[in-house]
């Protein structure tokens, strides 16, 4: 990040002690007193280094920090030294010892430097206050031939920012009015250049018409897009009061921009009333209604400016951002004032067709979009079209742009409230190509998409969204390949170079796989779904790129707002709780190979898994030929070994007639043979290339799952006991006593133990292995005289004395 020699300084600044420190700043405070030249320059620059180059606050001699005060409030002193003390106490602020004021100031670029410090120390002695009151003073008392007003507004922004009601009334009203001025009566001829030489004529020096970004003489008034090689103090100011003119307008306007008195008045939006203005009734115009009229001449200005082709790179991105803000100011102004809602009108349909023909000029659709969002039901105007091009082609054709990717999930995510049936509808449809922005910028955008996920789920598109998120790191590749096979090298991003893939370049051209690289890139939801393994295979070269394991980091995360959503009960009916449950079978074993990315699926996958059959425990029932294939293979314990004990688990939890009525003896005795053959498999085997080792959960899973079954259908507790007891004799079989620990024989002994020891009792065993609702509330293991804690100490009771370890 840093070059080798700027590392070595921070370091230094870093490993600096406070002794050296104290020191440091008496050779400071001596050079303050002393002189102000090159010498004290320098010092300064080491100083600020020393107490920015840390996280926490350094601490400063008292003379020094007084004198850094002193220094800054010095009208005579150089402005490299004002500049450098006060960015020495900004960084240590907030501090006690403050003994700076703006009061009496005058100097505005020496006021912007004191109130710069004054505004970091949090606003404990009222130093918004004393600042607003000192900037307003000024700008309410300067003369046109006075010091340059520019070093105070950004102040002035912040202030108004900061602390909006700090304003009184004929303050904002001065504000309206200096904005109204800057904005409208900027001079359109260029400043005189301040360089002079001895060649150099009075003819040479004088100034020239302002130009446009086509090069041709301005018509019109200047705005922040004329163009000029020198500008006037008045020029300048015209281009700062633009960039706070959003801000301003939206903290001044009495009712504020979504209040329900600006909601009531946009419904005379749709009135003829409503283009008379206050202007055309004959009366003056008050402060804030002068400078929205002037803002939205300005804005109209600069859609025209936009127009014009600009002769520099440099000016035709300037040109795109300020039609963004001149769309924003509109809505603004529009939003406080309908009566300029039908003159907006048709400037803005014109820009709509003029978007997209220039790179970059995407950017304005969204604010676009916003204004048509906010009016364009009371202007009676059709916008879907815009809002096909923002869902659809934008994500597309520019999904790489990760500027674009943030604003437009976040245009989604903020106006969910004011989308209609008819746009939501469009939104959730439009879920593919919302997840080709997150595909490739998964990182900033994870948070927004997770806010954003409870909107887009609903019964129709679950199952293929579902599909969509395990397959994201997938899609990342084939989005990486669609780059790199685009025709314009110019405006691809950059990407792994070191990752050399012609193999899956020529895949994605040929024929054969394009219906699935189609399906996979499609920009709307399909209702359909494909099985993309032969992708999976095509792809497995690029699953190491660094952005794909980026995007497969985030899955989960994914995963879980997507369950949380999907099982919400105005979702959720019981095909879908069927369909997504089948869906987590089959699709566990069927992932993208990304280092780690299948481990971190299945735990999310297991989790919901278990619990989609608690929300609904006839699943086990419904979906007992699945869970018997998946059960039957002992394969599934190595490939999935975490959604398969989750699954033997639910089997054992949920295959009872207290949870369906439909469950017979039959169904729970090919529950149990199925396991018992599996269980006996794996611990009776010596561990091979065909059968690896099995994980101690999954036994202890087992055999719980088995005793369960065998408390429902006593006729299998014999044949439960009789392996219950050989699983006492674990760690003496050579098939086992080289695969497992002595821990993990211990756990599996005293787990077939206990269980062993309550099947003796068959009563007692259902009441305590498969417990009614009622039982499982939190008062029977509370509780010591219940009837849970009661069963189990007689039944331990009972077999301890069987035994012969309790005198009886």
């Known amino acids: 990040m840093f070059s080798a020699g700027a590392e070595s300084l921070l370091h230094q600044a870093r490993e600096i002690q406070d002794e050296e420190l104290q020191r440091f700043c008496s050779r400071v405070s001596k050079l303050l007193q002393e002189d102000l030249g090159p010498a004290t320059v320098d ?63 005058q100097n505005p670029h020496q006021l912007s430097l004191v109130a710069s410090v004054l505004l970091a120390q949090g606003d404990r002695r009222e130093e918004v206050r004393s600042v607003n009151q000192r900037i307003f003073a000024i700008l309410e008392s300067r003369q046109p031939e006075g010091p340059s007003l520019r070093p105070l507004l950004p102040v002035l922004s912040r202030v108004v920012g900061l602390a909006p009601g700090t304003l009184q009334e004929d303050q904002a009203s001065l504000l309206s009015k200096r904005l109204v001025d800057w904005l409208r009566y900027a001079r359109v001829q260029q400043g005189t250049s301040h360089s002079g030489g001895f060649f150099s004529t009075p003819r040479a020096r004088q100034s020239g018409p302002i130009t446009e970004l086509d090069g041709a003489v301005a018509s019109d008034f200047f705005t922040v897009l004329s163009m000029g090689q020198h500008f006037t103090e008045d020029q300048w100011l015209n281009v700062q009061a633009f960039s706070m003119l959003q801000t301003w307008l939206l903290l001044s306007s009495p009712e504020g921009p979504g209040t329900a008195d600006a909601e009531d008045r946009s419904e005379l939006e749709g009135s003829t009333l409503s283009v008379l203005s206050a202007a055309s009734a004959g009366r003056q115009l008050l402060p804030q209604e002068r400078l929205r009229k002037v803002a939205f001449e300005y804005c109209q200005r600069l859609i025209e400016q936009s127009n014009r082709r600009a002769l520099r790179k440099g000016d035709s ?125 998964s990182p900033p955008l994870t948070a927004e998409l997770v806010a954003l996920l409870p909107a887009l789920v609903d019964a129709g598109t679950a199952v293929e969204m579902l599909h969509s998120l395990l397959d994201l790191p997938c899609l990342t590749a084939a989005l990486d390949l669609q780059l790199r096979s685009s025709q314009m090298p110019s405006e691809r991003p950059l990407w792994d170079t070191s990752l050399k893939i012609p193999g899956c370049l020529e895949a994605f051209r040929d024929l054969q796989f394009q219906p699935l690289f189609q399906h996979l890139l499609r920009t709307k939801a399909s209702g359909s779904t494909e099985r993309l393994v032969p992708l999976y295979q095509l792809l497995q070269p690029m699953a190491s790129c660094a952005r794909v394991v980026q995007c497969a980091q985030a899955v989960p995360t994914l995963l879980e707002a997507f369950f949380s959503a999907a099982t919400q009960h105005q979702v959720a009916d019981k095909a879908l709780t069927n369909q997504l449950a089948l869906l987590v079978l089959e699709r566990s074993d069927v992932l993208y190979q990304v280092p780690q990315y299948k481990a971190r699926v299945l735990r999310v996958l297991s989790s919901w898994f278990l619990a ?51 469950c017979t003896v039959e169904l729970i005795n090919n529950f149990f043979e199925a396991l018992e053959a599996l269980l006996f498999e794996v611990t009776q085997s010596r561990p091979s290339a065909n059968l690896p080792r099995c994980p101690p959960q999954v036994v202890t899973v087992l055999m719980t799952t088995l005793t369960k079954l065998a408390s429902r259908s006593q006729d299998l507790i014999p044949r439960v006991s009789l392996f219950l007891s050989k699983m006492r004799t674990l760690g003496q079989s050579p098939a086992t006593s080289s695969v497992y620990s002595e821990e993990d024989v211990e756990a599996i002994r005293t787990r077939a133990t206990e269980l062993r020891n309550l099947l003796r009792m068959p009563s007692v065993a259902q009441f305590v292995l498969s417990p009614s609702a009622e039982v499982c509330q939190p008062r029977y293991h509370r509780d010591t005289n219940t009837a849970l804690p009661l069963a189990l100490r007689t039944v331990t009771r009972l077999v301890e004395r069987e035994a012969g370890l309790l005198p009886g």
């Open 612 to 662: 989609l059959c608690k929300q609904k425990p006839s699943l086990v029932l419904e979906l007992a030929r699945e869970l018997l294939e998946l059960v039957g293979s002992m394969s599934n314990i190595q490939s999935r070994a975490e959604m398969f004990t989750c699954v033997v688990w639910a089997i054992g939890e949920y295959l009872s007639v207290t949870c369906d009525r439909r």
């Open 317 to 441: 991105d300037l040109q795109k951002a300020c039609l963004v803000e001149a769309v924003r100011v509109l809505d603004t102004v529009c939003r406080q004032d309908p009566s300029f809602l039908y003159r907006s009108l048709s400037c803005l349909k014109a820009l709509y067709g003029q978007l997209g023909t220039d790179a970059g000029s995407e950017r304005a659709l969204l604010p676009l979009a916003q204004f048509f969002l906010n009016h364009g039901a009371a202007a009676a105007v059709d916008s879907d079209a815009i809002y096909q091009h923002l869902f659809t082609r934008l994500p597309s054709e520019r999904f790489y742009s990760t500027t674009l990717a943030f604003e437009v999930t976040r245009f989604c995510r903020d106006n969910l409230p004011l989308f209609d049936p008819h746009l939501l509808g469009l939104l959730k449809l439009s879920f593919p190509n919302l997840f080709k922005f997150l595909a490739w910028n």
């Open 43 to 105: 010092a300064l620059q080491r100083l600020f280094l020393i107490v920015s180059a840390t996280k926490y606050a350094r601490r400063l001699e008292k003379t020094c920090v007084d004198l850094l005060q002193a220094t800054l409030s010095l009208s005579t002193c150089s402005e490299q030294v004002q500049v450098l003390c006060a960015a020495i106490l900004r960084e240590m602020s907030p501090f006690s010892a403050l003994t700076l004021s703006c009061d009496h100031m």
